[in-house]
Every structure is written in structure tokens, then in C-alpha cells.
């Protein structure tokens, strides 16, 4: 009797519902492929590609020999003279890239989580994936397995483990948004303790290594660091996008999606894989910068108008972040390069500091 006056979920892809208020979307029948055109978030993607490559040509123009823009864009296309396409490409291009590279790959991830749980806090370095990759890479380093694709090796292994102890530990009867947000910060707090652990009975020189790597820095990057990442995101981040209308449907509760036809646990699944690969990789390039997955994805919201994280523009705003949080840790204190990742929790702070007060608000009805 309860089914005969229940409501009928409807049909329709949410994608396809109707904007909010001041909101925009045309829709495209384009056979086979069909979608919907929001001119508020290709604008604002738009505009965020276009803001992360004019940093991404800053950063690779500054150094201990200043170059013009116009030599960086040369030098780029191969059409500069040999010591600056040199300097361009062996010595600071690697570092650009990281740091783009990165920025995306935190950015897109934790839209997936966020937009996954349904709550803006799941972000990989509040639910203990990063802090699991980073007590690998730690490990390696204190026990000498730093080297080549060892470091990619080893933060992927850390990542997955610690995801998979989440998901088995919040599974009951199958996982919800919650149950992963609560246990995820236990795992974090117990990976976090193991990586103090590994630190204190380490060597000097090793601890030395390890905090420098656990800040989250940009320096010294070289191509072999920048390949795995780029490979993988190759992968991962059209993946991410092709998830976008299952994930969609679970922000509307596992009993709609399921009814709209969607494989709950599944698309959980998937989408849970992808982000673990992601930020995965971007840790053991850079370290666990902190924050960036955790804020981008909120910004990137709220300049793009949508009900949920959008993961292209998510990543497009963590390239952003990165790129201008290090050349503000670099030319912040003169003759000094701070490590990226300082800047990014001094900026990030707040945001999460905005989340919980809004969240709190939320919970008491105010």
C-alpha cells in the first residue's frame, strides 16, 4: 500500500532539470550525443583555464634569471634560443607542471568525494586517502625506497589501502556519505600517528626529507616525477567526467538512484577508484598540499552556480590555487621559497573554518 501513494521518481536526468533562479541552460539534441549548455559555468571554466595559464607562464618566467613572457612563450613552442629553451624546459617547466598538474588532479578529486558523500567535507585530506599515500611515501623515505617510480608506487598502495580500510569499515549493508566521513577521519588520525611514528625513529637526514615532502612543495620536480601524473590523469580525469550524470543522480539519495536505474554501490566504487588515483599520484609528486581538495571544489561551486561540484571546473581551480599559492610562497619572503603547501593551509583554513560554521548552521535549523 505504501508503493500505491508513494511519489513516482521521475525519469529525468537531473542534469536536465530545471535551472535554479538566474540560472541558464540550453539543451543540446545532438545525435548520439546530447547535453545541456550552461553559459554561467563554460564562462567561469573558460575563465579559470585562462587564469591557470597565464600563472602557469608567471611561474615558469620566475627564477634566479627573470624572463619575459614573450621568451617563456617562445622558448614553449621551441622557437627561442638554446639557453633559454634550456632553462625553460629542463629546469622550471617540470616545476609548472606539477604544479598544474596537481592542482587539477586535488581539484577533481575532491569534487568526486564531495559530491559522492554529499558533504562538502569529504575531501581526500579530511577522509585519510592522502594522509594513507602520505605515510607510504614516508615509509619509503625512511626506509629508502624514495627512488624513480618507487615514490608513485608507494603513494598509490598507501592511498588504495587506506581507502579500501574506509569502505570495508563503513560498509553496513552498503556505504553512505556519512558513514565514510566518520570513519575516514579515524583513519586519518591513525595514519597520521604511524607517519609521526616512521618520522621519530627515522635518521635525521631522512625526518629532514620526509617533513619537507609532508609540507607539500614544488621544488626540485623533475619529468620523471611529472610522467606517471600526466599518464594517469590521461585516464582517470575523462573517467571523472563520464561518471558526472550517475553522480548526479546520487546526490538526490541511493533509494532515487536507484530507481532512476543507477548501481549505487558500483558508481560508488568507481568514483571512490578514481579519486584514489588522483590523489594518489599528485601526493607522491608534491606532497599533500594541503586544503586545495578540500576548497576548489567549493569554489568552483559557487562561481559556477550548480547544485554540486562541477569536477572539470573543480580541477581547473585547483591548477589556479596551486600555481598562485607557490609563486606567492616564492617572491612572499624575499630570498626565501616557502613550500607550497604552507600557503595553501594558511589559505584554506578558513575556508574550512566557513564550512563547519555553515554546516553547523545548517544542522540547527538557523
Known amino acids: 500500500m505504501t508503493a500505491d501513494i508513494a511519489p513516482r521518481p521521475s525519469r529525468k536526468d537531473p542534469a536536465e532539470r530545471r535551472p535554479a533562479a538566474g540560472q ?40 634566479d634569471v627573470a624572463l619575459p613572457l614573450t621568451d617563456v612563450l617562445r622558448a614553449l613552442v621551441g622557437a627561442s634560443d638554446p639557453a633559454t629553451e634550456l632553462i625553460v624546459h629542463e629546469l622550471r617547466l617540470p616545476r609548472a607542471l606539477a604544479g598544474l598538474l596537481v592542482g587539477i588532479a586535488f581539484g577533481v578529486s575532491g569534487a568526486l568525494l564531495q559530491t559522492m558523500t554529499r558533504n562538502p ?17 614516508v615509509a619509503g623515505i625512511v626506509l629508502g625506497w624514495d627512488g624513480g617510480l618507487g615514490t608513485q608506487a608507494l603513494g598509490l598502495l598507501g592511498a588504495l589501502t587506506a581507502a579500501l580500510a574506509v569502505y570495508v569499515l563503513a560498509w553496513k549493508r552498503g556505504t553512505t556519505g556519512y558513514r565514510i566521513v566518520l570513519v575516514g577521519v579515524g583513519v586519518a588520525w591513525i595514519c597520521t600517528s604511524a607517519t609521526d611514528y616512521l618520522m621519530a625513529h627515522g635518521q635525521r637526514f631522512q625526518a629532514q626529507a620526509a617533513l619537507g615532502w609532508l609540507v607539500g612543495n614544488l621544488n626540485g620536480r623533475t619529468w620523471d616525477q611529472i610522467t606517471p601524473l600526466a599518464a594517469v590523469m590521461a585516464v582517470l580525469v575523462p573517467l571523472a567526467v563520464l561518471l558526472g550524470r550517475q553522480m548526479r543522480t546520487l546526490e538526490l539519495g541511493d533509494d532515487v538512484a536507484r530507481g532512476l536505474g543507477t548501481r549505487v554501490q558500483t558508481v560508488r566504487v568507481a568514483v571512490l577508484l578514481a579519486a584514489v588515483g588522483l590523489v594518489a599520484f599528485g601526493t607522491a609528486t608534491a606532497g599533500p598540499v594541503a586544503f586545495v581538495a578540500l576548497a576548489a571544489p567549493q569554489v568552483a561551486q559557487r562561481l559556477a552556480g550548480t547544485a554540486s561540484a562541477p569536477p572539470v571546473t573543480a580541477g581547473l581551480t585547483g591548477a589556479a590555487m596551486v600555481l598562485g599559492a607557490d609563486l606567492a610562497a616564492r617572491k612572499l619572503i624575499p630570498g626565501t621559497e616557502l613550500p607550497v603547501g604552507i600557503v595553501t593551509g594558511v589559505l584554506g583554513a578558513p575556508v574550512l573554518l566557513w564550512l563547519l560554521v555553515r554546516a553547523n548552521r545548517a544542522g540547527s535549523g538557523g
Open 121 to 137: 567535507l569529504a575531501s581526500p585530506d579530511m577522509i585519510g586517502i592522502t594522509q594513507g599515500a602520505g605515510t607510504a611515501v
Open 24 to 63: 541558464f541552460a540550453f539543451r543540446l539534441p545532438l545525435p548520439p550525443v546530447s547535453g545541456v549548455l550552461r553559459p554561467r559555468l563554460l564562462a567561469v571554466s573558460l575563465l579559470l583555464a585562462a587564469t591557470a595559464f597565464v600563472l602557469f607562464c608567471v611561474e615558469t618566467s620566475v627564477g
